[in-house]
Structure formats: structure tokens, C-alpha cells
């Protein structure tokens, strides 16, 4: 790779490292949210408090719903059909994890989205640290897990063709998600 001084984002042609890098944004989002729990009780719903959730909340709407679609939907029914027997059972194990991992995500993602919802709006409301601090330590256990056991199952199970097809269901996972174009 050249040197640049300008840090390039691995791109959809690369998936596994479009996954990877997604955990990179999804830490930003994650530290953006504490500094938002220990700044309300000084500052209110202000306006930086309500660009602070609302870019939060479109982050978690849009691009974590869509890493985790790629992951269930693309991902995952492909490395469940390439693994071989002896390490079948516990690729499957972390597959499971992972999912039902996913779905107690969700959940919490539900009940911080609720209390930032009207703090977007500029509306009072309470955002316990404790709580913000249980929800990014979930993440930061799972995305560890993925980064540490999924993803190299993945990059030593996927073939060219895997690739490449995993790179069109991404790229048209995100097509449908962008808004229209004015012309």
C-alpha cells in the first residue's frame, strides 16, 4: 500500500474490512453517547446535545442496522456452508452468539433511542450514565468477538466468489438506503 497522509476507508469491494471498519465508526458513536450522558445534567438538551443525539441515532438507524444485516443475511449463511466439521460446531456457536446478541443490542438500543429522541428535539430528559456505560460495554464485548474469532473464520472460509457477493448484497443494501437524487 503507498503511503498517504490522508487515512483511506476500506470500501465495499473489500467487505471484511468494511465490517471491521464499521466497528471503528460504531466506537466513535459509542464515545460521542457517554459525552452526551455527562454533559446533559450541566448543560441540558442544548444545542450541541441535540446534534450529539441526533447523529447518534442516525448512525444506530441507518449504518449499525445495515452491519448487522450484512452479517446475518450475507455473512452468515455463507460461513455456515463453508465450514468444515471439526470446526462446524463452534463457528456455529459464535454464530448463534452473535445473533441472539443482536437481538439483546437492539432491545437496548430501543431504550437509549427513547431517551434521545427528545433530546434531539431539544426537549429535557434523562440519560443515565450507568446505563450508556452498560450499553457500550455490550458493544465493545461483541465487537471484540467479532474482530477476535468471526472475522477470521471469514477471511480464511470466503472464497473470491463469496467476496464478490457479498460486495453486491452490501452495495445494494445501501442503494436502497440513500435518498434520491435530484437531478
Known amino acids: 500500500m503507498a503511503d498517504s497522509l490522508i487515512p483511506v476507508a476500506p470500501g465495499l469491494e473489500t467487505p471484511l474490512e468494511m465490517l471491521e471498519a464499521c466497528h471503528g465508526r460504531l466506537q466513535a458513536q459509542l464515545t460521542t453517547l457517554s459525552r452526551l450522558a455527562a454533559w446533559l445534567p450541566e448543560h441540558g438538551a442544548d444545542r450541541q446535545a441535540q446534534q450529539a443525539a441526533a447523529n447518534v441515532m442516525r448512525y444506530f438507524d441507518l449504518a449499525a442496522v445495515n452491519h448487522h444485516l450484512d452479517e446475518e443475511d450475507d455473512l452468515f449463511p455463507v460461513l455456515r456452508a463453508r465450514v468444515d466439521g471439526g470446526r462446524r460446531e463452534a463457528l456455529h456457536e459464535l454464530i448463534d452468539w452473535i445473533l441472539a446478541d443482536h437481538q439483546e443490542m437492539f432491545a437496548a438500543w430501543a431504550a437509549i433511542r427513547a431517551k434521545l429522541d427528545p433530546i434531539s428535539r431539544g426537549e429535557p430528559a434523562q440519560l ?3 446505563e450508556v456505560e452498560q450499553f457500550t460495554a ?9 474482530e477476535g474469532e468471526l472475522l477470521p473464520y471469514a477471511r480464511e472460509l470466503l472464497t473470491e466468489q463469496d467476496v464478490a457477493a457479498l460486495t453486491a448484497t452490501m452495495t445494494a443494501r445501501r442503494r436502497q438506503d440513500a435518498p434520491p437524487r435530484s437531478s
Open 128 to 130: 443515565s450514565a450507568a
Open 138 to 146: 455490550r458493544y465493545r464485548r461483541h465487537m471484540e468477538r467479532e
